[in-house]
């Protein structure tokens, strides 16, 4: 008889039932192969990434779980480290690939046919102040904060029904300019996918914005509008993303040095305003107008709407939208998805250890763990979603941290005392009724306090 507890028993212990269906319903081992990350020999990469996806459901790091001994893996921690710096994975792919398998098996599917389904472009800032060998590494500016800082700017596509909001892809962009770079990018094969996901966070926001929504289009995730705000909207930009074929629901910036053909001429939104007479009363915008907007002679018509800045009454927001059929209010409405990306960014920094959790210098690391916290994300996600669950995602992440040390205390527990049982029927000539009773006055010998300390046997969460 062993008389350990096995690895296996341990990893059974610390994946909960929801992670363990989340993991198998939606195929993530072949999303994982389909990306490109497979190992011929050793242990399974899905492993692996299991073990990193439940590292922010321990409360501990890996440093602290190999040092205290807990919820330690049967692989080394260079198994880890190799498999992070993977150079072949396509981390894009495989996060689209999952996204694209969630929305259309478990979210469109409950949706009505005339729901406006959108695709959300936004960055966020993702930090390494205290870093200065990070590859790619470099000074971009925090317009939240109005500041330089170190590090990348996560670009990233979220799709949204209104209701429920997953991340599709991502980029950490480094900059364009090269004396912004503090380090530059490490030499490797062109042909491999880390060079490659290298030469795209050098370049513009705007050119790595289509590069994601082309990997979007080609998985086929239902949406009608990309929506984003005035830092990626120009004329290039709305053009591009019409060509791939979206309309957009955009926020514009009123400087005098953007133009849009109207009656005729190339004005200026704000010189657009000053001409037409402005709605009064209490209606939800002031002013709506029909443009063309014109690159390359090509024209696109569009409409613009002047919105209440509710704020500073004196002053205006303009918001685009290429699908000129659209009704004002339905224009400002669709636009009012766009604050999905913002809950996701403030839950994935404040709960899901973002930026956090990898101190990794290489580019690939750094990826992979952007991958491994969106798909965090997308399970919690979906737990809301179909469990009507009226917590906030920060409380729900919470219960499965607890959920998670429930069940390894618990099976822990039971697995020890099954071991005891074993061994008083091997070297013990008694009935199974003494054994029981054995057992019985074991338990009254366990201190009370922990007994307190953890329950007996799992809760589980019924959402009323």
């Keep these: 008889m ?17 992670i ?35 590292l922010v459901f321990f409360n501990r790091s890996m440093y ?35 996204s694209s398998r969630i929305i259309k098996e478990a979210v469109v599917s409950l949706d009505s046919e005339d729901r406006a389904n959108v695709l959300i472009i936004d960055d966020s800032m993702f930090e390494r102040n205290r870093s200065k060998k990070v590859e790619l590494l470099a000074k971009v500016y925090d317009h939240a904060k109005h500041a330089y800082k170190s590090g990348f700017r996560m670009l990233t596509l979220g799709w949204s029904d209104g209701s429920t909001f997953l991340p599709v892809n991502s980029v950490l962009l480094s900059s364009e300019n090269k004396r912004n770079r503090i380090n530059e990018a490490s030499a490797m094969d062109k042909r491999t996918a880390g060079y490659k996901r290298r030469r795209l966070s050098m370049q513009k926001g705007a050119s790595v914005m289509l590069e994601l929504l082309k990997h979007a289009k080609s998985a086929v ?30 926020m514009v910036k009123k400087t005098p040095k953007m133009f849009f053909r109207y009656n005729g001429e190339d004005m200026s939104l704000t010189a657009i305003y000053s001409k037409n007479k402005k709605r009064r009363g209490r209606s939800r915008y002031l002013l ?46 669709i636009y009012g998805k766009r604050w999905d990306i913002e809950v996701f960014f403030k839950v994935c920094k404040s709960y899901l250890h973002l930026g956090k959790e990898c101190r990794s210098i290489s580019y690939d690391a750094m990826t992979a763990h952007t991958a491994v916290v ?26 499965f941290s607890d959920e998670m040390s429930d069940i390894t205390w618990i099976q822990a527990f039971q697995l020890l005392l099954q071991m005891f049982r074993e061994l008083a029927a091997d070297h013990l000539d008694t009935t199974d009724d003494k054994i029981d009773t054995l057992a019985d006055a074991f338990m009254d010998a366990v201190p009370f306090y922990l007994l307190s300390y953890k329950t007996l046997s799992p809760q589980p969460y019924s959402p009323s």
């Excluded at 509710?310 to 000129?324: A, F, G, M, P, V």
């Design 221 to 250: 995730i239902p949406a009608k509008y990309v929506l984003f705000d005035s830092w990626f909207s120009s004329p290039s930009s709305i053009h591009a993303v019409k060509g791939i074929g979206y309309d957009v629901i955009a």
């Design 374 to 399: 969106f798909t965090r994300y997308m399970m919690l996600s979906l737990e809301s979603r179909e469990s009507n669950d009226e917590r906030s995602l920060g409380e729900l992440f919470l219960y």
């Design 20 to 54: 363990r269906r989340f993991f198998t319903r939606f195929h993530v081992s072949s999303a994982l192969k389909s990306a490109n990350a497979y190992k011929k020999k050793g242990f399974p990469v899905v492993q692996i990434f299991q073990y990193l996806f439940l």
């Design 2 to 18: 062993n008389k350990s507890i096995t690895q296996d028993a341990q990893n059974d212990n610390q994946i909960s039932k929801t």
């Design 64 to 98: 602290m779980n190999l040092l205290t001994r807990r919820n330690t893996p049967a692989f080394a921690k260079d198994t880890i480290y190799r498999f992070m710096k993977m150079i072949q994975i396509n981390w894009i792919r495989f996060t689209t690939i999952l």
């Design 288 to 333: 709506s107008a029909m443009v063309d907007v014109v690159k390359d002679g090509k024209a696109i018509p569009a409409k613009v709407v002047y919105v209440r800045n509710r704020n500073k009454r004196k002053e205006y927001l303009c918001i685009i939208s290429t699908d000129t059929e659209l009704d004002e209010n339905e224009i400002i409405r």
